[in-house]
């Protein structure tokens, strides 16, 4: 994993590499490349040595072109077999490489060959290419100032960042998609890549991946179960392989035991909070788990103090609110994690966008099966009237302003919802498009903050393709969100352990709220001014007081 920078060096803070060190602290380096106009820009990188121990060439050029590259693309083996088939040679045992002569080969088109998690930035043909996966797991930034254009993994590489209020994001408590909190930057969105050629200032964004929309062809328990749990288990396992040791964030829930139980890595971390012992307890589940498998649990029991010391540090990491409570937790177990040796660490995000499996979801879906012959019958246009339509009735589950936050949700979600699939499918889609983004964020700052890199099995492009397939009642059904992935938990440990008979999902919360306000509530809105307000604190600590790169 590493971070990565480049584009007009007016635009980028001197200090660049050493602002993103914390992405790659086992080498850095930065090369110049020109233009045609006779500009010369820079193509810069820090790297985490994940496979491939050695020390390769960062940033890695070959027969002019130059890539910088963030993530880990596990089906890198088998494209450089094909890779080599073709007549191209290889220099080094990374994904890097392969990433670099699959462009050269393929171009944009290579993107769809790529299986993982990736932010990459190529200098080929006098032209600047700039792409992020499918999801948007590894974050990338450009800005674009008059001629000169800029990227980075982090917004902290930036020279100047001019904060700027979002209507839309304040709405959500989250950014997303292109949005950001300072003037002129911008994320790269998630499955979109850039063309940029200096010479003539033409730039272009391509969304080259959306997520999959098709009628439903997998109906039976058996086969959809043993489909999903051949991807599943090939999507832990090449997730699984690396050069340094590998470890599990583990909650005493589905889908972080799902990977376990996959994978029976020998050491887990887990978070539980002294002060929610009485409602959320991951203790006992994760505990009973462990001695049935035979692996070692390892449970942080974080304080206000810890808390309270750390928040500088997290909020420089994460840069700007995600609307969670969880970035302390995530925060906590990526250290502990990392100090332990760790470089590698698994992660069970996507499972609930995917498969159902929010209360939210269950809530909504509940109430659609018991309206829906009510908007059927003879009165449906009454009772449409009365429970609105079904975007409408998600985005007042979903505004944070309550009544008045829905109008713009609406206009925000209705080109990305289809009155041709059915609810559950759709819910899928804004959740995995939108909803996710924030969390795929948070988990990407707080592990890179202490240089460890988390992979997320639930999100091979091949489990959200087959989540697709399957009929909405093999993901919910009985009330409950997840069900084809109960069932698979359950084949696979038995249906004896709490892990299996779980019913609420609690999340990750950490007691912000009672250490910062005394409040045991789960509203966001004040911890998010708090982050807000830090994050800008030390963005701005970041832009004067780094060491001036040598």
Same mark, same amino acid.
């Given at each position: ?133 499918? =999801? ?17 993994? *982090? ?107 996959? =994978? ?84 069970? *995000?996507?499972?609930? *966008? ?7 979801? *269950? ?167 708090? =982050? ?19």
């Amino acid at each position: 994993m590493c971070g990565i920078w480049g584009g007009s060096p007016d635009l980028l803070n001197p200090a660049a590499a050493q602002l993103l060190r914390h992405r790659g602290p086992d080498q850095a380096g930065a090369d110049t490349v020109r233009a045609s106009d006779g500009r010369e820009l820079l193509i810069g990188q820090t790297r985490l040595a994940v496979v491939d121990r050695s020390l390769v060439p960062t940033p890695m050029a070959k027969d002019g072109s130059t890539i910088a590259y963030n993530g880990e693309v596990y089906n890198w083996r088998e494209l450089r077999q094909e890779l080599e088939s073709r007549g191209r040679t290889f220099v080094t045992a990374t994904d890097t490489e392969v990433v670099l002569e699959a462009f050269r080969e393929w171009g944009p088109a290579a993107l769809d060959r790529l299986n993982g998690m990736f932010a990459v930035a190529i200098w080929h043909d006098d032209t600047l290419f700039l792409a992020r996966d499918r =999801l948007g797991k590894k974050p990338l930034f450009w800005m674009q100032q008059g001629a000169d254009l800029a990227f980075a993994s *982090e917004m902290k590489a930036f020279r100047r960042l001019d904060f700027e209020e979002i209507p839309i994001c304040r709405a959500l408590e989250f950014y997303f998609d292109e949005h950001t909190p300072f003037r002129g930057v911008h994320s790269l969105r998630p499955g979109e890549y850039m063309t940029w050629h200096p010479a003539t200032g033409a730039r272009r964004e391509v969304r080259w991946w959306t997520f999959p929309s098709r009628e439903p062809d997998i109906v039976e328990p058996e086969s959809a179960t043993r489909m999903f749990l051949e991807l599943f288990e090939d999507a832990c396992r090449i997730r699984k392989l690396a050069d340094v040791p590998v470890t599990l964030f583990l909650s005493g829930g589905i889908d972080s035991s799902l990977i376990q139980a996959v =994978l029976k890595l020998p050491v887990t971390y887990t978070v539980q909070f002294a002060e929610f012992e009485q409602t959320i307890d991951e203790r006992s589940s994760v505990v009973e788990f462990a001695d049935r498998l035979g692996f070692e649990p390892r449970i942080l029991v974080p304080d206000r103090r810890q808390f309270l010391e750390t928040l500088p540090e997290l909020a420089r990491a994460i840069e700007y609110p995600v609307g969670s409570l969880s970035v302390f937790p995530l925060f906590s177990l990526s250290r502990a994690a990392r100090a332990d040796g760790f470089v590698v660490a698994l992660s069970g *995000e996507g499972a609930d *966008e995917l498969w159902n499996g929010y209360r939210r979801h *269950e809530l909504l879906l509940s109430e659609d099966e018991r309206i829906s012959p009510e908007l059927r019958g003879s009165y449906g246009p009454l009772s449409r009237r009365y429970f609105g339509s079904a975007l409408e009735r998600f985005c007042r589950m979903a505004t944070r302003q309550g009544m008045p936050g829905v109008p713009a949700l609406m206009e925000l979600f209705a080109p990305r919802w289809n009155d041709t699939q059915s609810y559950a499918r759709n819910l899928s889609a804004v959740e995995a498009t939108v909803f996710l983004q924030p969390l795929l964020a948070m988990a990407d700052r707080l592990s890179m903050a202490s240089s460890l890199e988390v992979r997320t099995p639930f999100l091979d492009y091949r489990l959200i393709e087959l989540s697709a397939r399957l009929a909405d009642d093999l993901k919910f059904r009985e009330g409950q969100g997840k069900w084809l992935l109960r069932r698979a938990l359950r084949a696979l440990v038995g249906d004896d352990l709490e892990i299996t008979r779980r019913k609420v999902k609690h999340g990750l919360p950490a007691p912000v709220n009672v250490w910062l306000f005394g409040s045991g509530a789960f509203d966001r809105k004040d911890w998010n001014q708090v =982050l807000m307000g830090e994050s800008l604190r030390q963005l701005a600590l970041a832009q004067t007081s780094a060491p001036p790169l040598s």
